[in-house]
Nanobody, 117 residues
């Protein structure tokens, strides 16, 4: 299983970014996908997840600003991040798990998002 995340960078507060994560080595359409993030000296936090039926869940801090989506034909999950805030600064990780499992057990390498004030 491989997950390759991209799209991070430096953006001003109020701006937007779109993260992408391409998966390989597994049946993408049969897996739930998620984005987590970890800010310096903070715990890992669930940002958003999308199930195999495209049902979505969001962390409270990003609801209404971030949107997760998936394109099974491209084995890709996206995270559209709008109205970015300095507190969104973190390393963002893509993760996957088979539909029947509870925990995400495969993780990508992470992409850094920095939001300046």
């Amino acid at each position: 299983v491989q997950l390759q995340a991209s799209g991070g960078g430096l953006v001003q507060a109020g701006g937007f970014l779109r993260l992408s994560c391409v998966g390989s080595g597994f049946s993408f359409g049969d897996n739930s996908m998620a984005w987590y993030r970890q800010a310096p000296e903070k715990q890992l936090e669930l940002v958003a997840q999308i199930a195999t039926n495209s049902m979505t869940t969001y962390g409270d801090s990003v609801k209404g600003r971030f949107t997760i989506s998936r394109d099974n034909a491209k084995n890709t999950v996206y995270l559209q991040m709008n109205s970015l805030k300095p507190e969104d600064t973190a390393v963002y990780y893509c993760a996957t798990k088979p539909r029947i499992k509870i925990k995400y057990d495969y993780w990508g390498q992470g992409t850094l998002v920095t939001v300046s004030s």
